[in-house]
T-cell receptor, first 114, second 113 residues
């Protein structure tokens, strides 16, 4: 596997469910990000982890809970979501957070909340 | 002040034509301006980026033009090809950093054969 891998690619959940999105990067990077992509809206930065430490929480509701156990893995734990949370969730990585290094994105997890 | 305004929302160009996408920003602290390209079902990928110390950067058929005084930058795709059909996002951040990129809403480019 190369690059940034996200699973699952598609997820349908009810508002009372608990699920998790997983991201794994095989690039040896030290920074990982969660972005939310909704139709007709700009990509929204959610969280940044740099060397496993969370360095940014962009006012994200607590029903989204990130976890970064090591520099290669990033999770987004979901619980009691709302229908407006339906979107494509993109994981990205970069060498470090805070330089002009390229962000490498995964293909995303398409989330539908019923 | 954190917005990046991108236009047009969609663009149709004939093969061989020039595609032009424009972005404008307000935050004068922005000093790193990348463009990302996204194909359907894929994540965005960095296409080209510019810092404000230059007014133009060219990589193959892709050119960024930057106007610091007007706080505008644009992407030009020369000799557009059907394979260029994708969504293009401009972005900006401060501190010369990828740390908190502010993205535009995207432009869906269709290049007809």
């Amino acid at each position: 596997e190369t690059g940034v891998t996200q699973t699952p690619r598609h997820l349908v959940m009810g508002m009372t469910n608990k699920k998790s999105l997983k991201c794994e990067q095989h690039l040896g990077h030290n920074a990982m990000y969660w972005y939310k992509q909704s139709a007709k809206k700009p990509l929204e930065l959610m969280f940044v982890y740099n060397f496993k430490e969370q360095t940014e929480n962009n006012s994200v509701p607590s029903r989204f809970s990130p976890e970064c156990p090591n520099s290669s893995h990033l999770f987004l734990h979901l619980h009691t979501l709302q229908p407006e949370d339906s979107a494509l969730y993109l994981c990205a990585s970069s060498q470090v957070a805070g330089n002009t290094g390229e962000l490498f994105f995964g293909e995303g997890s398409r989330l539908t909340v019923l | 002040q954190q917005q990046v305004k991108q236009s047009p929302q969609s663009l149709i160009v004939q093969k061989g034509g020039i595609s032009i996408i424009n972005c404008a920003y307000e935050n004068t602290a922005f000093d790193y301006f990348p463009w990302y390209q996204q194909f359907p079902g894929k994540g965005p990928a960095l296409l080209i980026a510019i810092r404000p110390d230059v007014s133009e950067k060219k990589e193959g058929r892709f050119t960024i033009s930057f106007n610091k005084s007007a706080k505008q930058f644009s992407l030009h795709i020369m000799d557009s090809q059907p394979g260029d059909s994708a969504t293009y996002f401009c972005a900006a951040s401060g501190g010369g950093s990828n740390y908190k990129l502010t993205f535009g809403k995207g432009t869906l480019l269709t290049v007809n054969p």
